[in-house]
């Protein structure tokens, strides 16, 4: 059982935290380059950019793990399940972030489609739940959109917003839905590097912009880097591939609030 320190801690960080925008636990492997995941095509692009999923041949299943900030019990889980079928797909997607005392859920059903290789696109509904200790529980709806453009087979850009209508909770949660906007691409260097940027648009915030590097040393084992710079935050990662299972792990740093690691897995049908 935490203290009441600890509870009086983690609550504070976890207001500050989401007043300047929660962040969606997008998969070690994203979260490794930066959390640029709006122009990648992985399992976490369910969490990301839902556009991504449309590309996928294989059914698969993904699951992640975060400690937000090592200082803190702050936890962050998330499961993702993706089915293609010919050039679309149907993705699902769970997440808690949160302690005892306050906690978010949100559940999320995604439909994509593909229009051949080129274009790709995505709308999102999500069902949203907060928690908090001796105020009770409140629930609300959003939704997202995303589109992917391939113009060469080395170049993939990527849009998506959540959130557009502004959704919230009623008036005695104080809690927020963020409005986000991103832009961004990825760009194949060669065989073995990609670079990833995104430009970020918390519409009551901040404007963030973020970059990541993926470099492949062999056929199963790859290393990933990148920076955010509002505010200024470091990433570090490292996968493994193993047939059909993807293992990956990463940690990120935060100017202020300290170390996050995060670990995730995903295996293909």
């Known amino acids: 059982m935490p ?3 600890t509870i009086r801690t983690c609550l504070f960080v976890l207001i500050v935290f989401n007043v300047h925008g929660q ?3 997008s998969g070690a492997r994203i979260s490794s380059l930066g959390n640029t995941g709006v122009a990648l095509q992985d399992a976490w692009s369910m969490q990301s950019n839902q556009a991504g999923i449309a590309a996928l041949k294989d059914p698969l ?3 992640s793990y975060q400690n937000t900030f090592l200082e803190t019990d702050i936890a962050t889980q998330g499961a993702v399940f993706v089915c293609p079928f010919k050039n679309d797909a149907i993705g699902l997607g769970l997440q808690n972030y949160g302690i005892s005392a306050y906690s978010e859920q949100k559940i999320s059903l995604a439909y994509a489609k593909g229009f051949g290789k080129t274009v790709f696109a995505a709308l999102c509904l999500n069902a949203h739940q907060v928690k908090i200790i001796q105020y009770g529980t409140a629930r609300t709806y959003s ?3 995303g589109i992917q453009f391939k113009p060469s087979p080395k170049i993939l850009i990527g849009s998506h917003i959540s959130n557009p209508a502004r959704n919230s909770y009623n008036s005695e949660v104080d809690a927020r839905i963020p409005t986000v906007l991103e832009i961004g691409a990825a760009y194949e260097i060669s065989d073995r590097v990609i670079f ?3 430009l970020v648009k918390d519409l009551d915030w901040m404007t963030d912009a973020r970059f990541g590097l993926e470099y492949n040393a062999i056929q199963w084992l790859s290393f990933r880097g990148g920076i955010s710079l509002n505010p200024f935050r470091q990433y570090a990662g490292l996968g493994c591939k193993w ?3 993807h293992l990956d792990g990463g940690a990120s740093s935060h100017p202020t609030l300290g170390y996050s690691p995060q670990v995730s897995m995903s295996y293909e049908f």
């Open 196 to 198: 990833n940027s995104g």
């Open 243 to 245: 047939q059909k299972l």
């Open 23 to 25: 962040e969606v636990t």
């Open 61 to 63: 299943v993904a699951i």
């Open 3 to 5: 203290s009441n320190l």
């Open 143 to 145: 939704f997202e959109a």
